[in-house]
């Protein structure tokens, strides 16, 4: 599993574990406990995968290690997003992009790999939406948080919540778009490219499309 990934995932992997195991044995517990929450989260959706027999691109688990890393220990441990006030609109983005890469592969797929089983549009404008609604749900579990705990997630409040939102579109347009040209055909590169990577290495999900070649 390690080795299948690419040299940036490998190094992050392996600069969290060095991280965790000086930080326990120094004493710097919360930080060493961090660090080894940062490394599973990021290793989480690798192990779900095989589980469920889906092989993801290695740039695609480098981008979600990226977020990872960025978000619970660059973003906690070193306060990142105080030291940065791009810190958090860039990860909405980013992240908001990949959900709508996620949105659009699942409609794919429920379509079986059928580029013309609905319009191309009416597919982009779904993986638009599931990208957004990611967004909203994080937005209220953060409203959430600061009421019931006391928290601080929201930060200015309306201004930061807004902001947020507003990143969430931009990046789900982004990932939407990289699939609306991929079903036009053009996906040799960027986002697109990766969409067609994930389904030429998962050819059982998307039978209609590769059925086409066989013809």
């Known amino acids: 599993m390690f080795r299948t990934q690419s040299l940036l995932t490998q190094i992050i992997w392996t600069l969290l574990a060095v991280l965790a195991f000086g930080a326990l044995v120094t004493g710097h517990y919360s930080l060493g406990f961090l660090a080894l929450i940062t490394l599973a989260v990021s290793v989480a959706p690798l192990l779900v995968a095989r589980w469920a027999n889906i092989t993801v691109p290695p740039v695609f688990i480098a981008a979600v290690v990226l977020f990872v890393a960025g978000t619970l220990f660059l973003g906690e441990a070193y306060d990142f997003y105080n030291r940065f006030w791009w810190w958090d609109i860039m990860l909405h983005g980013g992240s908001a992009a990949g959900f709508g890469l996620i949105g659009f592969v699942l409609v794919f797929m429920m379509f079986q790999g059928d580029r013309f089983a609905a319009p ?96």
């Open 120 to 215: 191309h549009f009416a597919i982009a404008v779904f993986a638009f939406c599931f990208a957004i609604a990611i967004g909203v749900i994080w937005e209220v579990f953060e409203f959430l948080m600061d009421q019931s705990f006391g928290l601080n997630m929201q930060k200015s409040g309306l201004l930061d919540t807004m902001g947020d939102l507003i990143m969430d579109m931009l990046g789900a347009f982004i990932g939407a778009g990289s699939g609306y040209i991929y079903l036009k055909g053009r996906d040799r590169s960027g986002l697109p490219g990766v969409i067609g990577d994930f389904v030429r290495r998962n050819p059982r999900f998307f039978p209609r499309f590769f059925g086409r070649f066989r013809k």
